[in-house]
């Protein structure tokens, strides 16, 4: 029923319905089912991306604090844009016309949607409840999502206002954005690689034994220098040992 447009605003509710009470940790479960709605591709549904929200919206109301942690994991799962799977069965019914999953057309359309996405996991980053370290931390786990599609600026938002209400110390945060700056900027887009690296900057404590903490803790993993020929992760580890010696 969530394929068909129509349908989709008493399905989706059900089917979260279903994911609050399924006791499998199955892929092909409600849970599952119900995450996926929220894809921007193969979401195995018709409805735009601009009216999905509203589920989650109203599903804060209708199920009340305690399964919040649902509604968080699929708004994570609105800000996917690397691993899709989808169901392609239910997209066929009876003798009709197979009905065509939405997509988005512009790329403007996927950013209008991770804002909205965004702008929820930020309510409860802000209330600073018990759900707030894991809207952060799904906030964090899909930066290189956000920064995929030109949203670095809201990635530096996010991450100041974060500062502003929790400290520097925001570790999945830094590691996340160090991948970005590992992996997805182009070699010659150096306003990107800086204004990344001010970034990272601003989330390193500035006393010292709150930044020994959090190495001592956290054990981050420091990739090799590109640029130093035959440097290892261990020459890495040597020269962050040597800044605190």
Not at 33 to 51: A, C, D, Q, R
Not at 122 to 140: F, P
Not at 193 to 210: F, I
């Amino acid at each position: 029923l969530c394929v068909h447009e129509k349908y989709f605003f008493d399905a989706a509710p059900l089917l979260l319905y279903f994911a609050k009470v399924e006791k499998t940790t199955w892929n092909n479960g409600a849970k599952s089912h119900f995450y996926g709605l929220f894809n921007i591709i193969l979401s195995s549904t018709e409805v735009p991306l601009e009216k999905q929200m509203a589920v989650l919206d109203e599903g804060k109301i209708w199920f009340g604090p305690e399964n919040e942690h649902l509604i968080i994991e699929a708004l994570g799962e609105a800000l996917n844009n690397s691993h899709f799977t989808g169901d392609g069965n239910v997209q066929i019914q009876g003798g009709k016309f197979a009905v065509q999953d939405y997509a988005p057309r512009t790329y403007g359309e996927i950013r209008e949607y991770f804002r909205k996405a965004l702008l929820m996991l930020m309510e409860y980053v802000r209330s600073g409840n018990e759900l707030a370290d894991k809207a952060r931390d799904e906030i964090a786990s899909h930066f290189r999502d956000i920064f995929r599609v030109g949203m670095l600026q809201d990635i530096i938002t996010i991450v100041q206002e974060n500062i502003s209400l929790r400290g520097r110390y925001w570790s999945e945060a830094s590691g996340r954005i160090q991948d970005i700056v590992n992996y997805d900027v182009p070699e010659n887009a150096s306003a990107e690689k800086n204004a990344l690296s001010q970034l990272q900057d601003e989330l390193v404590p500035s006393d010292l034994p709150e930044q020994m903490r959090i190495y001592v803790t956290e054990s981050p993993w420091w990739d090799p220098d590109p640029k130093i020929i035959g440097d290892t992760v261990e020459d890495s580890g040597d020269r962050k040992a040597a800044e605190f010696a």
